[in-house]
């Protein structure tokens, strides 16, 4: 099935929660949903056997500050890419997170991979899954005081890189 | 050096010494710091086309008590650093430290929140090589120069 | 950050930044007693339980294998809870070389940003390369020449062939085998003379542009790949004969690592992992990218999952990737290596120094302001096959020549997810064995 036809399926199952996003230049075709909706419409993709969504391959969250969405009214926007093995067919899930709020749910109990794909989307932009078993940071050290990928947060850190944890001896070594 | 606390003022020692570092500077051996693209390099260097075994720096030791040549390689990021001055201080005197490649002498083409711009912040470096990653050649020439400053 | 902070290099307190070595070490050694060196590195909280917890009567016994270890993966760090040599739990840790790639997307244009996706997977950089560049094309929406994309074909199945028996050669090297890796770092080498030939760097080659490929290849670049083709099955063969025959290789290997093919998909692991679980997913057959659809080749798979049928499938793979090359060698036609658009194609050099209207065109690409632009909001998820699984980019544009987001779904990240599970209730060798077969490249976990 092409995207086209799998963002038909879900607006005439989902009717109006499921919004369709289009790219311009390449025309590729994605949907857009609000985050108290994800959890159901992912279930029925992966579920559904004529969709069959059976591998989540990335998790990411686009941070929208600088670039205003009409369909993504909010700041971040949580990306799916979702792939079926035995259809062979793609398909892009957005999920709107507003800032004040940045939560959204997990879906590790879905596909496993999930896991670390939230775990990253956190470390980098501070959006928390409820669900997730494992919600810590993932490539920053564990006390790091930002959320580097948001575009508020600038390339060379606020000083960060120069005063990491230094390495004390243990008590009586020279 | 070591040797005279043994012998005190009774011994010239300066033969000696000129034996023992003609012997510690022959056979350095390196504990490779290997994190990026640079350890691929280095790893070739140790490998069979480019062989630094031929100048002495055959023993690979990832264990930093016994090993005396610490060639950091690759970058080096906040996470990481502690590590690597933990590891340097688990080193026994003397030491030297080889700085491969770009990263690890000044941070190269990522200047980010994540990365030291350049261990020698942190580290007493004697040798840097430039390049990303710089060439087996390069290592293998700056192995004999730390050759020439080992004393 | 809780730590303190040393406002100056010790050089600098010293007043001068002219010390020779030797004087700048002795600073350091006063600054180990100083006690305002201070700072406890930060411990992450790790799912220990409690009986590691209690540590009078606990059996338990929690091992680090450190961020700086023998295996030559880069730098992961594993703890390992142990009741004698059985591990009961275990947690990981990455995030040792995180570099912030993404970070440099959104400050470089997509023309810079080819030098950064070398530095990902560098045992294969030619196949990032290609897939950066595909990613930007389809957002463009511009189709490389033909001789471009066999060129491209070429190169990747080359740089997949280093990438393979590289992982296979450090696989027996964990093992204790150490002339496999001599072996693979000599194969490697030839391979090297090739892409050294082709694009002047060895390792980190930046070959691909947006809208083609750097530069042609020298003239003696077929009778190079003939060599490659001529010699590198009798290395399969030996190689094979090695492993194979390495009675010891094979028990530490066999029955390690095993993942059911339920599980490879949930976790989202792709490439030759998911292949030796028995899933026959290919991103060149299933989304066929650069004419893969032109040429014949298999997708092998093995039916066991654990870690010896990882390293028989890359042997295979290797196998599969010669006849590509073969054919795309026979296939390759004359013509431009880059695309014609002058929007998007960055001119030729000799070009540039005689020519008023290619010094302009060069002009407009490098300044800020003009370039290469894709529209505002486009955005697109481009999956290539890596030698380690689906390299996927997505890409969102905002109508200015820098990006706007560049997300890299590198497959190290999602094959090493599963290692923690994978090795509980096996032995602490076991799993050096099952790490080595994922072929974890810390580059490409980190970014």
Same mark, same amino acid.
């Given at each position: ?7 038909q399926?879900?607006?005439?199952? &989902?009717g ?66 979702? %792939? ?7 398909f892009?899930v ?8 940045p ?43 930002? &959320? ?27 | ?8 003022? #009774? ?6 010494? *000129?034996v023992?570092? =003609? ?14 693209c ?28 016994q ?5 950091? #390689? ?15 201080e ?55 120069k ?6 | ?38 700072g ?16 009078? !009567? ?8 450190? @961020? ?7 730098t ?16 990981t ?13 959104e ?5 810079? =940003? ?6 990902m ?19 463009l ?27 296979? !050669? ?6 204790? *085998? &150490? ?12 391979? %090297? ?14 070959? +691909? ?22 010699? &590198? ?32 998909? #949930? =976790? ?61 060698? *026979? ?21 540039v ?18 370039? +290469?632009?894709? @529209? ?16 996927g ?13 560049i ?41």
């Open positions: 099935m092409t995207p086209e036809e799998i963002l399926s879900l607006a005439g199952r &989902f109006d929660k499921v919004a369709s996003g289009k790219s311009p230049g390449n025309g590729r075709v994605f949907a857009v949903v609000d985050r108290e909706h994800v959890r159901p419409i992912l279930a029925h993709l992966r579920d559904d056997p004529a969709l069959a969504m059976d591998m989540l391959s990335d998790v990411t969250v686009v941070d929208h500050l600088r670039l205003e969405d009409p369909l993504v009214r909010e700041r971040f926007a949580v990306v799916y890419q979702l %792939y079926s093995l035995r259809h062979n067919h793609r892009q957005k999920a709107r997170v507003p800032q004040d709020d939560s959204a749910p997990s879906v590790f109990d879905l596909w496993k991979s999930a896991l670390w794909g939230e775990r990253e989307a956190y470390d980098m932009y501070g959006v928390e899954f409820e669900g997730n078993p494992d919600m810590r940071r993932l490539l920053m050290p564990e006390d790091y005081p930002g &959320f580097p990928l948001r575009k508020d947060y600038p390339l060379r850190g606020r000083g960060e890189r120069d005063s990491f944890p230094q390495y004390r001896p243990p008590r009586g070594a020279t | 050096m070591g040797i005279e606390k043994i012998f005190g003022q #009774s011994l010239i020692t300066t033969s000696v010494n *000129a023992v570092s =003609w012997a510690r500077k022959n056979a350095l051996w390196p504990m490779p710091f290997g994190t990026a640079c350890a691929i390099e280095m790893m070739a260097t140790l490998s069979g086309r480019y062989d630094l075994s031929r100048f002495g720096a055959e023993v690979i030791r990832f264990s930093p008590r090993s005396d040549l610490m060639i950091v #390689s690759g970058r080096i990021s906040i996470k990481m650093m502690p590590v690597l001055i933990k590891i340097y688990q080193m026994p005197e003397p030491k030297w430290v080889i700085s491969m490649g770009a990263c690890a002498s000044s941070g190269g083409v990522f200047d980010t929140y994540t990365l030291v711009q350049g261990v020698d912040q942190f580290l007493p470096v004697h040798v840097y090589i430039p390049g990303c990653p710089p060439r087996p050649e390069s290592l293998i020439d700056a192995l004999l730390i050759q020439e400053i080992a004393v | 950050m809780t730590a303190a902070k040393t406002t100056q290099t010790p050089a600098e307190a010293a007043g001068s930044a002219n010390l020779s070595p030797r004087e700048v070490e002795k600073l350091y050694k006063t600054q180990a007693q100083d006690p305002a060196y201070t406890a590195p930060a411990e992450p909280r790790f799912f220990l339980s409690e009986e590691a917890e209690d540590e009078l !009567g606990g059996k338990r016994m929690v091992l680090n294998m450190g @961020p700086q270890h023998p295996a030559t993966h880069g992961l760090r594993v703890l390992l809870e142990l009741e004698g040599e059985k591990i009961v739990r275990a947690d840790e990455i995030g040792y070389l995180h570099t912030g790639f993404e970070k440099l997307a400050y470089m244009t997509y023309h810079q =940003w080819v030098t950064v996706t070398d530095r997977n560098y045992m294969s950089a030619i196949n990032n390369n290609v897939g950066y560049a595909l990613a930007v094309e389809e957002l929406q511009v189709e490389v020449p033909r001789r471009a994309q066999v060129l491209r074909v070429i190169l990747c199945e080359v740089s997949r062939l280093a990438d393979h028996i590289l992982c296979c !050669g450090l696989q027996g090297m964990d093992m204790g *085998a &150490f002339s496999l890796m001599l072996w693979s770092f000599e194969r490697r080498e030839k391979i %090297y003379d090739i892409i050294e030939a082709v694009c002047g760097a060895r390792l980190t080659t930046s070959y +691909t542009r947006i809208g083609g490929i750097f530069r042609d290849v020298p003239e003696d670049f077929p009778q190079l790949i003939k060599k490659l083709l001529e010699e &590198f099955p009798r290395f399969l063969d030996e190689f094979e004969e090695m492993a194979i025959g390495n009675r010891i290789l094979e028990d530490r290997l066999r029955g390690t690592g095993r993942i059911p093919p339920q599980d490879a998909v #949930s =976790w989202g692991l792709t490439g030759p992992i998911l292949r030796a679980s028995g899933v026959p997913y290919d991103v060149r057959k299933a989304r066929p990218y650069l004419g893969y659809d032109r040429y014949e080749f298999d997708v092998p798979t093995q039916a066991d999952g654990d870690s010896w049928a990882r390293l028989m499938q890359r042997l295979a793979e290797c196998r599969q990737s010669l006849r590509i090359i073969e054919q795309a060698l *026979a296939d390759l036609p004359d013509g431009p290596v880059c695309v014609e658009n002058k929007k998007i194609a960055l001119p030729d050099k000799a070009e120094f005689d020519n008023i209207e290619s010094l302009i065109h060069h002009f407009k690409l490098i300044m800020f302001g003009h370039g +290469t632009a894709p @529209p505002r909001g486009a955005e697109t998820y481009y999956a290539t096959e890596a030698p380690n699984g689906e390299l980019f997505y890409i969102v544009a905002d109508g200015d020549m820098i990006p706007y987001k997300r890299v779904r590198p497959p190290s990240i999602y094959n090493y997810a599963i290692f923690t599970k994978l090795i509980c209730g096996g032995l602490v060798s076991d799993a050096v064995a099952v790490l080595s077969s994922l072929n974890v490249i810390a580059g490409e976990l980190d970014r």
